[in-house]
């Protein structure tokens, strides 16, 4: 069984930074696509950034484009989320999720895997 666990969030102050991590067990990530989603209180899960199987394509939603970034490695099978410059709006939980396939898309109905999510929140 596919298994995901984030690392612990954290609180921080806007324009600070935070890195999320998650360790896959159960399979090798390396056919996987690789995605982080977050929740926010009273809102949808929204995709945040998706990385294809062999790291070299990854996709952004608009919101986090030029101060997140997302990698793997599937030697390690993690993959990671550096968040940079952040704001007050990138509160919510963040899962990390698995696809299993060359397909990568942001959307959660796609994603076979998931973690239980961290809390990210960013004070102003």
């Known amino acids: 069984q596919v298994r995901l666990v984030e690392s612990e969030g954290g609180s921080v102050q806007a324009g600070g930074a935070l890195r999320l991590s998650c360790q896959v067990s159960?399979?090798?990530?390396?056919?996987?696509?690789m995605a982080w989603f977050r929740r926010a209180p009273g809102k949808e899960r929204e995709g945040v950034a998706a990385?294809?199987?062999?790291?070299?394509?990854?996709y952004y939603t608009d919101s986090v484009k030029g101060r997140f970034t997302i990698d793997r490695d599937n030697a390690k099978n993690t993959v990671s989320l550096q968040m940079n410059n952040l704001k007050p709006e990138d509160t919510a939980m963040y899962y990390c999720?698995?696809?299993?396939?060359?397909?990568?898309?942001?959307?959660?109905?796609?994603?076979?895997?998931w973690g239980q999510g961290t809390q990210v929140t960013v004070s102003s």
């Open positions: 999720a698995a696809k299993s396939g060359l397909y990568c898309v942001l959307r959660p109905s796609e994603f076979n895997y």
């Open positions: 159960g399979d090798r990530i390396v056919g996987y696509c």
């Open positions: 990385i294809h199987t062999g790291g070299g394509i990854t």
